[in-house]
């Protein structure tokens, strides 16, 4: 089985883009983030000819979080337990939740596409939203495998957060000033370590950036991070034979400024002598 994530930065825009993508490398299933339209303004019919079934949760032409699978899915939720929401200018604990979160399970794997708040800038109410949001997640996957530890849980998107010095790679952020890079993000990000969850692409593709600004020609410079991540529990990591970052989705023409990040699963289907799981 195939999987991938991808922020795609507008469905709308390049759904053709990312259909002829999914069906040149025979994907299973993708999780996408920053969709930037509603459920009923998504380009389904583009991914349903290509015989995927989709999951949608947006609320309004920003952020947003999809699935398109070969397999139905089921238990479709839009939001984790205790997830903080946010509006601009406003206080207190009630704040409309975005569309940040889907969670979807397709053949008995537990799999989230998460596009975390960005944060701006250090000190700003975003970044404190930011820290809250990821604290609440990690609760809930740390909850999810203290009740079901078989549970094969793939945390998968765009984390805004480059968890080491050698992830980040554009210039314009400077430690001690910027987001992405500060001791409290990367230590919101290792807290899922704790909750037992791992980067299941890192050990098979050490180096790589995932991400280049539009501007100040960071792709030609390869100036970017590596913010897009699946983290996987235990039983989802034995799963994972190998992994890819497809860096050339940044070129050409109208390239999102993420690029997929991809695993490969064997899910036990093939007649040999290795134990099933499921």
């Keep these: ?5 991808w ?3 507008s469905v709308r825009a390049r759904s053709g883009r990312i259909v002829d993508w999914m069906e040149r490398e025979d994907i299973d299933v993708l999780a996408m983030q920053e969709i930037k339209c509603k ?3 998504f380009p389904s019919q583009v991914f349903e000819n290509a015989g995927y079934d989709l999951a949608i949760h947006g609320l309004s032409q920003w952020n947003g979080v999809a699935f398109a699978s070969r397999e139905p899915m089921t238990d479709v939720v839009t939001a984790f337990p205790n997830m903080p929401g946010f509006l601009k200018g406003a206080v207190g604990p009630d704040q409309p939740l975005e569309a940040r979160a889907l969670g979807v399970t397709v053949n008995e794997l537990r799999l989230w596409s998460l596009y975390v708040p960005n944060g701006r800038a250090l000190g700003d109410p975003h970044y ?3 820290l809250a949001w990821l604290k609440a997640l990690q609760s809930h996957a740390a909850g999810e495998l203290s009740r079901n530890p078989t549970l094969a849980l793939a945390m998968m ?3 805004n957060v480059a968890p080491r010095d050698e992830d980040m790679g554009d210039p314009s952020f400077v430690p001690g000033q910027s987001t992405h890079i500060s001791p409290e993000e990367r230590a919101a990000f290792d807290a899922f370590e ?3 969850l791992a980067d299941v692409v890192r050990p098979i593709v050490p180096e790589g950036f995932t991400f280049w600004d539009y501007k100040q020609l960071r792709f030609p410079r390869n100036e970017g991070m590596r913010i897009d991540f699946i983290l996987g ?3 989802f990591a034995d799963l994972v034979t190998d992994a890819s970052i497809h860096r050339n989705e940044r070129k050409g023409d109208a390239p999102s400024d993420h690029v997929p990040v991809l695993v490969d699963l064997d899910l036990g289907d093939d ?7 499921f």
């Excluded at 007649?271 to 799981?277: A, E, K, L, S, T």
């Design 271 to 277: 007649d040999d002598d290795r134990p099933m799981i």
């Design 128 to 130: 404190a939203y930011k």
């Design 7 to 9: 922020n795609v930065n």
């Design 1 to 5: 089985m195939r999987i991938a994530t």
């Design 194 to 196: 704790q909750a037992g």
């Design 39 to 41: 459920p009923e303004q």
């Design 157 to 159: 998107g765009d984390w």
């Design 233 to 235: 529990s235990p039983v």
